[in-house]
């Protein structure tokens, strides 16, 4: 049992993500270039964003997402690893928080569902928090 395999199913995770945004930029930008249309008028992302379609907005939105609060997972597992803290308790709530991602990504990319994906940011935030204040109860 090590607590880097939930580790890598976040990067899994992520790299999914990056995979669906960039397939849904290649999409607009051919489309972009079919029409006539000037590619450099989508420059600046926050000048496109709200015009992107639901769907592709999403995407954008989770992918950001997934670059926020995580960046905090990544490093709260790296130090469980290397201070050899890595119980049962804390593989089990790194892989809940990994689930909670996942779900939360799932439901966002796809029916945008806030209510849904509060619970979700909820319970992977609960997640995260635990296997810090964890380590901050072993360290004093």
Request: glycine fraction near 4%; charged fraction near 10%; hydrophobic fraction near 50%.
């Amino acid at each position: 049992m090590t607590i880097l395999y939930p580790l890598f199913g976040m990067i899994a995770l992520s790299c999914l993500v990056l995979i669906l945004l960039y397939a849904s930029r290649f999409y607009l930008i051919a489309k972009v270039v079919k029409s006539g249309g000037e590619l450099h008028r989508a420059k600046h992302s926050d000048e496109s964003r709200p015009s992107l379609p639901g769907f592709f907005r999403n995407v954008t939105d989770n992918y950001n997402h997934i670059f926020e609060q995580p960046t905090l997972f990544y490093a709260a597992v790296v130090y469980i690893y290397l201070m050899n803290h890595a119980d049962p308790t804390h593989v089990g709530l790194a892989w809940g928080y990994v689930a909670a991602r996942a779900i939360h990504s799932m439901v966002q990319i796809t029916i945008n569902h806030v209510p849904t994906r509060i619970v979700f940011f909820v319970v992977s935030g609960f997640c995260l928090a635990s296997m810090i204040i964890r380590e901050a109860l072993a360290f004093v």
